[in-house]
């Protein structure tokens, strides 16, 4: 089976290529090789011949789309819809990739699929305007949404947070925002079942558990300490958002609900905190200055 991954050089699409089963032709491209803001893509898509397209693309920007509206729509919604566009022509399938930021965090419970959505910000707006595209050109697609992705890979909040932890004696980190934690390399797991059991609509996917960013920091230290990424204690002190205000809006509670794609997929993640424990172990193995 062919399947060509977009967006290949962010955090999942190197989750996608470590995990590749057997049998898998992975065709990976990256923004160099693959722009899917343009509709040149759609041929090139044609030419590759894929059974399955899994969009991975994604302005990921939250603060930065609040100004450059036009450049995260371009890639979050244009991008999703020449994808689309390209799997109708081909008959192929097509895994595209949502966020937990197409609602608003007021309901205070696990969002289900069907939730509406009402996103709060420009990127939350564009993805959405994405699955909209998707949802209309390529019915039966399969639109996941995750939420808090990081990897031992790529920029996140692990990485910013290992990177101030080795530098500053303090940090203040929000605790009134609520999700969860999600390590690229389950997702990438949850991907390839997918693919494996032609999964179809929207589904939700996370580790298990909830967590803020303080209580997540808070275990980046912990764990780093542990596993000798860090070589000294670091104070992380919990604050309001409103301590720390952003350009962009962000949602006070975005768990997802996962139960329907955990049965429909007969997978079910560890908690967040074991998933984390898991990459830290495997950044630390990898790294050649573990606490550089």
């Given at each position: 089976?062919?399947?060509?991954?977009?967006?290949?050089?962010?955090?999942?699409?190197?989750?996608?290529?470590?995990?590749?089963?057997?049998?898998?032709?992975?065709?990976?491209?990256?923004?160099?090789?693959?722009?899917?803001?343009?509709?040149?893509?759609?041929p090139h898509v044609l030419a590759i011949e894929p059974e399955?397209?899994?969009?991975?693309?994604?302005?990921?920007?939250?603060?930065?789309?609040?100004?450059?509206?036009?450049?995260?729509?371009?890639?979050?919604?244009?991008?999703?819809?020449?994808?689309?566009?390209?799997?109708?022509?081909?008959?192929?399938?097509?895994?595209?990739?949502?966020?937990?930021?197409?609602?608003?965090?007021?309901?205070?419970?696990?969002?289900?699929?069907?939730?509406?959505?009402?996103?709060?910000?420009?990127?939350?707006?564009?993805?959405?305007?994405?699955?909209?595209?998707?949802?209309?050109?390529?019915?039966?697609?399969?639109?996941?949404?995750?939420?808090?992705?990081?990897?031992?890979?790529?920029?996140?909040?692990?990485?910013?947070?290992?990177?101030?932890?080795?530098?500053?004696?303090?940090?203040?980190?929000?605790?009134?925002?609520?999700?969860?934690?999600?390590?690229?390399?389950?997702?990438?797991?949850?991907?390839?079942?997918?693919?494996?059991?032609?999964?179809?609509?929207?589904?939700?996917?996370?580790?298990?558990?909830?967590?803020?960013?303080?209580?997540?920091?808070?275990?980046?230290?912990?764990?780093?300490?542990?596993?000798?990424?860090?070589?000294?204690?670091?104070?992380?002190?919990?604050?309001?958002?409103?301590?720390?205000?952003?350009?962009?809006?962000?949602?006070?509670?975005?768990?997802?609900?996962?139960?329907?794609?955990?049965?429909?997929?007969?997978?079910?993640?560890?908690?967040?905190?074991?998933?984390?424990?898991?990459?830290?172990?495997?950044?630390?193995?990898?790294?050649?200055?573990?606490?550089?």
């Amino acid at each position: 089976m062919k399947v060509l991954v977009t967006g290949a050089n962010g955090q999942l699409g190197h989750a996608l290529r470590r995990h590749v089963p057997t049998g898998v032709e992975l065709v990976a491209h990256g923004h160099d090789e693959l722009d899917v803001t343009q509709p040149q893509s759609v041929p090139h898509v044609l030419a590759i011949e894929p059974e399955v397209i899994v969009n991975a693309a994604a302005y990921t920007a939250v603060d930065q789309a609040e100004t450059a509206r036009a450049a995260a729509y371009a890639v979050n919604s244009s991008g999703a819809e020449h994808m689309a566009r390209a799997a109708r022509e081909l008959g192929c399938r097509l895994v595209h990739i949502s966020t937990d930021f197409v609602f608003d965090g007021a309901q205070g419970y696990p969002y289900t699929p069907e939730s509406k959505p009402n996103p709060l910000n420009v990127y939350g707006a564009s993805k959405l305007a994405g699955e909209q595209a998707v949802q209309a050109i390529k019915p039966d697609a399969l639109i996941l949404r995750t939420a808090w992705l990081y990897d031992e890979t790529g920029r996140n909040f692990l990485h910013s947070m290992l990177r101030l932890m080795r530098t500053r004696a303090e940090l203040h980190v929000v605790d009134d925002q609520i999700g969860t934690p999600t390590a690229a390399a389950g997702l990438a797991q949850c991907i390839w079942r997918a693919i494996e059991r032609r999964l179809g609509g929207i589904q939700h996917w996370t580790d298990a558990g909830v967590a803020s960013w303080y209580d997540f920091a808070v275990a980046i230290r912990q764990t780093a300490l542990s596993q000798g990424l860090l070589h000294r204690n670091v104070d992380v002190r919990p604050v309001p958002s409103s301590a720390y205000p952003t350009p962009a809006s962000r949602p006070t509670f975005s768990v997802l609900d996962k139960a329907a794609t955990w049965h429909a997929l007969a997978l079910t993640p560890g908690h967040w905190s074991t998933a984390l424990a898991d990459t830290l172990m495997r950044l630390a193995k990898t790294a050649d200055d573990p606490c550089s």
